[in-house]
């Protein structure tokens, strides 16, 4: 989570429903590892570095359970 999205949308400033619709997130592979950005606010929210490690990863598309 972006904690500029976070400051601003607790701060009573959007008139955003929510954090969640608040916050404008991508999500890439870099040559570390794996990367969040916020695009609202073009910066950096977390590089994970995954340190030469391949962890296991599941890509498929799996949706939310419909009850
Ligand atoms: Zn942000």
Redesign the pocket.
């Known amino acids: 989570m972006?904690s500029?999205?976070a400051d601003e949308f607790g701060g009573g400033d959007t008139d955003a429903a929510s954090l969640r619709d608040y916050?404008t997130l991508d999500v890439g592979f870099t040559d570390k590892g794996m990367q969040v950005w916020?695009r609202?606010?073009d910066?950096n929210v977390v590089h994970i570095d995954f340190d030469g490690l391949r962890p296991a990863a599941d890509f498929r598309c799996l949706e939310r359970n419909k009850d």
Request: with cysteine; charged share 25%.
């Open positions: 972006c500029r999205c916050t916020c609202r606010h910066t």
